[in-house]
């Protein structure tokens, strides 16, 4: 099968691989559709996440048909039309049945905290991910699910986890009817959940960033106000100003690690291949909230000492939420949101790439050069 395949940083190219196969009797192999490339995504393509290993295939978002399954599968099918949860989770350990699918004791041997993460290097479980032509699918029982009949493919994508992690950021925040609302990142787990804050009765909803093009989309597709970082002399400052001098109620981190790294991991990254992330945009959380507010935090950090202002968080007597999006467990609402028309999540959808040409894929997302907000790898079969 043609995948695209890691060579070191910022060196990704389509490869012929062997088609993966039934390793266990729950796994399912899924005929890739529709893939994505995501923001986090970009950590492991510029060399900045641990045991990124060369010859790994990216891609935790997408979707597909069912080729093949395993003896032991029972929900799915040959033929079946469906989508899957970023999370790799094996639905019985005791966190999964508390529904932190994200969390998972069983899929994971290299780390303590997050679960398995399809294509996301060996510290988040060694699995291929999707952007590929097949992909094996682990616990097919617990994870895909069929794609409803009346719902767009490309919606289903969406799914997989930007939507689903930028509602979650809302929900972390407790949102009460009326709250002022900042996101920081216009990404699409930034526009998600300022999209998602609205629903959950903000009164108020305000995006920062510091491109243009993404604070104009913010505007049209969330109704939200916008905050260009670098038109400001200091943004804290200003979102004080703007708030009555209190802060906002809620503050949502959808930025994370920044994707290129800081000055310091770029120094040393040859070497340690860590990245924690500069905590700039989790720092500007802390200091923009209000006293007794909520920051909720849904961007990817890595495992690594960021020097957070966790003091300044105790003396104002923050509730900070955090944790990777258990997908799965928002699918019900999220569903009843697309059908209703309250949300369109293809709508974020500004490029589509074959799979072939996914390199010019990456350098463009990574460049964000064309107004590239959410790019769609289109499989030739």
Request: proline share 6%; with cysteine.
């Amino acid at each position: 099968m043609k995948a695209m395949v890691y060579r070191g940083p910022y060196r990704v190219r389509v490869e012929e691989k062997d088609r993966p196969r039934i390793e266990h009797p729950n796994d399912a192999i899924v005929r890739v559709t529709r893939a994505a490339i995501c923001g986090s995504d970009l950590h492991l393509f510029h060399g900045m996440m641990p045991d990124t290993r060369v010859g790994t295939t990216f891609g935790h978002e997408f979707i597909g048909v069912v080729d093949e399954v395993g003896p032991s599968v029972r929900n799915v099918k040959p033929g079946d039309r469906v989508m899957v949860p970023f999370n790799v989770f094996c639905g019985t350990c005791y966190f999964c049945a508390k529904g932190l699918y994200s969390n998972c004791h069983n899929v994971n041997p290299n780390a303590t905290a997050v679960g398995g993460i399809y294509g996301y290097s060996h510290t988040s479980g060694g699995y291929d991910g999707g952007q590929a032509e097949y992909v094996r699918v682990p616990f097919a029982d617990v994870g895909p699910t069929v794609i409803p009949g009346w719902m767009h493919e490309e919606d289903a994508l969406m799914c997989t986890d930007a939507l689903p992690t930028g509602y979650f950021g809302a929900q972390l925040g407790g949102i009460h009817e009326g709250d002022v609302v900042v996101v920081f990142g216009a990404g699409p787990v930034g526009l998600f959940a300022a999209k998602s804050a609205w629903l959950m009765g903000a009164g108020r909803v305000i995006v920062v960033d510091h491109l243009s093009d993404r604070l104009e989309f913010a505007q049209r597709f969330a109704r939200a106000e916008t905050v260009h970082f670098g038109h400001v002399n200091d943004v804290v400052v200003h979102l004080k100003k703007i708030t009555d001098d209190i802060g906002a109620d809620v503050v949502i981190d959808a930025v994370g690690a920044e994707a290129d790294g800081n000055l310091l991991q770029h120094v040393t990254s040859a070497k340690l291949k860590l990245q924690g992330g500069s905590p700039i945009a989790l720092n500007w959380a802390i200091d923009s909230v209000r006293k007794g507010g909520t920051v909720a935090v849904v961007g990817a950090y890595g495992p690594m000492f960021s020097a957070v202002k966790f003091g300044d968080a105790m003396n104002k007597g923050l509730t900070l939420r955090m944790n990777q999006c258990p997908v799965k467990r928002q699918w019900p609402r999220l569903f009843e949101h697309i059908r209703n028309g309250h949300i369109s999540p293809r709508e974020i959808i500004t490029h589509r790439i074959p799979l072939d040409h996914i390199a010019e894929g990456y350098h463009l997302f990574s460049s964000k050069l064309d107004g590239c907000i959410k790019p769609v790898v289109v499989p030739a079969t």
